[in-house]
């Protein structure tokens, strides 16, 4: 393994609920502190208005995913539906709404 790279271990965290701390808000997500060799973002589409996450809270959240891009873990409310999931949703009812 080098450097850069997630260890398997981790990666084998994907599909399952994992906590952590808020450690930073911004308008785009949250950065929690998942305890491991990288952070976790919940991107700001799986932000509800009436959420009001703040650095100290202990979050638990699904790890969808590992960004590359990124270099964090991709996480979800429970609660909230898949990204993906939600823009096929969001395709149906623009297609019936036509």
């Known amino acids: 393994m080098t450097d850069p790279e ?3 271990a981790e990666m084998s965290l994907v599909g399952n609920v994992v906590e952590g701390e808020a450690t930073a808000v911004f ?3 949250v950065i929690v502190d998942l305890g491991l060799s990288r952070d976790g973002l919940i991107d700001v589409l799986y932000i509800d208005d ?3 996450y703040q650095v100290g809270d202990r979050v638990s959240c699904y790890l969808d995913a ?3 891009m990124k270099n964090k873990f991709i996480l ?3 609660g909230q539906v898949p ?3 939600r823009l096929r949703r969001a395709e149906e009812r623009r297609g019936l709404s036509s």
Do not use: N, T
């Open 66 to 68: 590992f960004d590359e």
């Open 6 to 8: 997630v260890p398997e």
């Open 83 to 85: 990204l993906a999931e």
């Open 76 to 78: 979800r409310p429970p």
């Open 27 to 29: 308008p785009w997500g």
């Open 50 to 52: 009436d959420d009001d």
